[in-house]
């Protein structure tokens, strides 16, 4: 497999895993690009290329430019389903302290012409950050709609900015972690460091999309050198969060985002997605009894409607 992928083989607690990480989506494109070796050994045909349209979205090819950062998809939704939900999540506008220094980044005029010293401007000090990592499951059931998957990213974004909000440097990182019998398969790679902010445009395209999950990955897996042949043609089973979290030594401060199933996410009603998401998640309670609300309220009109 090319070093580029950065394969690692080992056993844990009986299973043989198979994790395969990327630190950036550029290094992910280089990787498919040069067209790795399938194991055809267990792969008798490559669902990522074959699955049709309706399936698996747009055609393998144009699935790999996309993670050069030309999917449009329905980015103008998520921007209106963004501007939704934030109306009842708050995001903090935070405004910096400036402070008198010997050197800084701002030059201080009025300081300079007087010949002090302290002619510049830097920030003040904040107290410590906080980090966190936010684990997003790409898995998801065969059943799963093109709503819940797009829900499923657009709250997970939100989320990443309210984070951000409350002073945290947050790491956003999306997995795919599936099993066959006694083999564990790990994909995953990085979106934003703790030093960046969320880049919608950068990251909506693994979050929201179908491709990504069901040509991208899919991808990647097929040149996996699996043993077991029950891989093909489902591809594993979706490795739970009570599994995956310690199974993997996830620390209790961090969030994992699972299966739209899991979040109790329905395709839906964004606000009741949100409300229900973010209670799995054990967040504040006030912002769920907003979104509940304005999830119920969308319900009444939806039903009025008919």
Same mark, same amino acid.
């Given at each position: 497999?090319?070093?580029?992928?950065?394969?690692?083989?080992?056993?844990?607690?009986?299973?043989?895993?198979?994790?395969?990480?990327?630190?950036?989506?550029?290094?992910?494109?280089? %990787?498919?690009?040069?067209?790795? !070796? #399938?194991? =055809?050994?267990?792969f008798k045909? &490559?669902?990522?290329?074959?699955?049709?349209? /309706?399936?698996?979205?747009?055609?393998?090819?144009?699935?790999?430019?996309?993670?050069?950062?030309?999917?449009?998809?329905?980015?103008?939704?998520?921007?209106?389903?963004?501007?939704?939900?934030?109306?009842?999540?708050?995001?903090?506008?935070?405004?910096?302290?400036?402070?008198?220094?010997?050197?800084?980044?701002?030059?201080?005029?009025?300081?300079?012409?007087?010949?002090?010293?302290?002619?510049?401007?830097?920030?003040?000090?904040?107290?410590?950050?906080?980090?966190?990592?936010? %684990?997003?499951?790409?898995?998801? !059931? #065969?059943? =799963?709609?093109?709503?819940?998957? &797009?829900?499923?990213?657009?709250?997970t974004m /939100?989320?990443?900015?309210?984070?951000?909000?409350?002073?945290?440097?947050?790491?956003?990182?999306?997995?795919?972690?599936?099993?066959?019998?006694?083999?564990?398969?790990?994909?995953?790679?990085?979106?934003?460091?703790?030093?960046?902010?969320?880049?919608?445009?950068?990251?909506?395209?693994?979050?929201?999309?179908?491709?990504?999950?069901?040509?991208?990955?899919?991808?990647?897996?097929?040149?996996?050198?699996?043993?077991?042949?029950?891989?093909?043609?489902?591809?594993?089973?979706?490795?739970?969060?009570?599994?995956?979290?310690?199974?993997?030594?996830?620390?209790?401060?961090?969030?994992?985002?699972?299966?739209?199933?899991?979040?109790?996410?329905?395709?839906?009603?964004?606000?009741?997605?949100?409300?229900?998401?973010?209670?799995?998640m054990g967040?504040?309670?006030?912002?769920?009894?907003?979104?509940?609300?304005?999830?119920?309220?969308?319900?009444?009109?939806?039903?009025?409607?008919?």
């Amino acid at each position: 497999m090319n070093e580029l992928a950065n394969l690692r083989i080992y056993e844990q607690n009986y299973m043989r895993v198979y994790r395969v990480s990327f630190r950036s989506m550029g290094e992910l494109y280089m %990787y498919l690009k040069g067209d790795p !070796p #399938v194991n =055809s050994n267990v792969f008798k045909s &490559l669902s990522s290329i074959n699955n049709d349209l /309706s399936f698996a979205g747009v055609s393998y090819e144009w699935a790999l430019e996309y993670c050069m950062g030309g999917y449009e998809g329905q980015y103008d939704v998520i921007l209106k389903l963004q501007k939704s939900i934030e109306r009842y999540v708050p995001i903090k506008q935070y405004s910096f302290q400036m402070e008198h220094s010997f050197a800084g980044s701002h030059p201080n005029v009025p300081a300079f012409v007087a010949d002090s010293p302290k002619a510049m401007y830097r920030r003040k000090r904040s107290e410590e950050k906080k980090f966190c990592t936010v %684990y997003f499951n790409l898995a998801c !059931p #065969v059943m =799963s709609t093109s709503k819940e998957i &797009l829900h499923r990213g657009v709250l997970t974004m /939100s989320l990443v900015k309210l984070l951000e909000s409350e002073g945290m440097g947050v790491d956003l990182r999306v997995f795919m972690c599936v099993h066959e019998h006694d083999e564990i398969f790990l994909f995953e790679i990085s979106l934003k460091s703790p030093q960046e902010t969320l880049n919608t445009k950068k990251a909506f395209y693994p979050l929201c999309s179908r491709e990504f999950l069901r040509r991208i990955v899919i991808r990647a897996m097929e040149s996996v050198p699996f043993r077991t042949k029950s891989w093909y043609p489902n591809y594993g089973m979706p490795v739970t969060v009570d599994w995956f979290k310690p199974f993997f030594r996830i620390p209790d401060r961090d969030l994992i985002v699972s299966t739209p199933g899991e979040m109790g996410i329905k395709g839906r009603n964004i606000f009741l997605d949100g409300a229900h998401m973010f209670e799995k998640m054990g967040l504040d309670k006030n912002i769920i009894i907003r979104l509940r609300k304005a999830g119920l309220s969308n319900e009444s009109r939806l039903y009025s409607n008919h």
